[in-house]
């Protein structure tokens, strides 16, 4: 199994940035992406960006041209960049793990923008 602690969440005005963390531990040698997905409230959870252990990116619609992720030093560890946020952007933000185990999650940060 995978372990998946985030942080990095938070209050910000719009416009301003955040940088969410994610590390993973556990049974990682068996993990090929990681990413991350949102949910606000009354809405459905949504992919906002994913990246393969091979370093290819997926980013959600919404998203693309503001947020980059990118895999730390150790393989086990994705952040995300989050710039230019706007008040649609808050939500609960969780860190996935997929892998030949299945698909891990981490319990949440929550984002807020508002002014």
């Known amino acids: 199994q995978v372990q998946l602690v985030e942080s990095g969440g938070g209050l910000v005005q719009p416009g301003g940035s955040l940088t969410l963390s994610c590390a993973a531990s556990?049974?990682?040698?068996?993990?090929?992406?990681m990413g991350w997905y949102r949910q606000a409230p009354g809405k459905q959870r949504e992919l906002v960006a994913s990246?393969?252990?091979?370093?290819?990116?997926n980013y959600g619609d919404s998203v693309k041209g503001r947020f980059t992720i990118s895999r730390g030093n150790a393989k086990s560890t994705v952040h995300l960049q989050m710039n230019s946020l706007k008040p649609e952007d808050t939500a609960d933000y969780y860190c996935?793990?997929?892998?030949?185990?299945?698909?891990?999650w981490g319990q949440g940060t929550q984002v807020t923008v508002s002014s």
């Open positions: 996935a793990a997929w892998g030949s185990a299945g698909t891990g």
């Open positions: 990246i393969s252990v091979e370093g290819r990116t």
């Open positions: 556990g049974s990682i040698a068996r993990i090929y992406a």
